[in-house]
């Protein structure tokens, strides 16, 4: 049986977003495809699968490099989103585990960093795209798009203070 499931998740709660698949699986459901906001499962015993999502280089060759790495440790790629990797693992025991794809604290640093990087360049371009929108007087819509975009800088702003959180409690376990 397939099951398709349409769920929003925003850049900064891959967290919430593996716990969610990790939970499906829990309930028999195996992730076989993921486009944005939409995944699809089949059916499956519970527990079969373990998912982690990683975040890629913007470098194919690193990418595949890294790709072709994991996979001789029985992890393989179910799908991408941009560069959200999402990544499942055969769980052999099939009791509630999670594999370890951040072996040490630097590498959830880095790729926390990652998200940073790409998360501020596109608050760039909200910000650009906001100055561009106020500074023309003869749009009619400029004052209701100028709202959505500083809605939307406030909501970016937001999630790159928790990704910036979350790598400052990494660092600062890493000093100690």
Do not use: H
């Amino acid at each position: 049986m397939e099951k398709k499931v349409k769920k929003f998740f925003l850049f900064w709660q891959f967290d919430e977003e593996e716990k969610w698949l990790n939970d499906m699986s829990a309930q028999g459901w195996q992730l076989t495809e993921i486009k944005r906001t939409k995944y699809t499962f089949k059916s499956c015993q519970p527990n079969t699968y373990i998912y982690k999502l990683d975040y890629l280089d913007n470098s194919k060759e690193k990418n595949q490099e890294y790709l072709n790495s994991i996979q001789s440790f029985g992890i393989e790629k179910v799908g991408q989103t941009y560069n959200l990797l999402y990544l499942s693992m055969e769980n052999e025991n099939s009791s509630e585990q999670v594999f370890e794809l951040f072996s040490d604290k630097q590498y959830r640093i880095n790729f926390l960093n990652k998200l940073l990087k790409s998360s501020t360049m596109t608050i760039s371009c909200f910000i650009l795209n906001l100055l561009l929108v106020s500074s023309n007087t003869e749009l009619m819509l400029a004052p209701y798009i100028s709202t959505a975009l500083i809605i939307l800088i406030i909501i970016w702003l937001s999630g790159l203070s928790k990704i910036n959180k979350k790598k400052n409690v990494l660092e600062k376990q890493l000093i100690n």
